[in-house]
């Protein structure tokens, strides 16, 4: 099974940074800062039965 171009796409539009300093230090006592990647993975080769993509 492969992955739909569109599917590839919306991974793609998924992946990036978030980082919420400024949040993180205006309320210190209700947030922590947090700085997130997502990034595309291929998550198994394509000897596999299944193709994914795993966001870490």
């Not at 300093?21 to 997130?36: G, I």
Request: glycine fraction near 4%; proline fraction near 7%.
């Amino acid at each position: 099974m492969t992955l739909s171009p569109q599917l590839i796409a919306l991974g793609t539009y998924l992946a990036g940074e978030f980082d919420n300093q400024q949040q993180a230090l205006a309320e210190p006592a209700w947030y922590v800062h947090l700085r997130l990647w997502k990034r595309p993975v291929p998550l198994f080769t394509e000897d596999s039965k299944r193709d994914a993509i795993c966001y870490l």
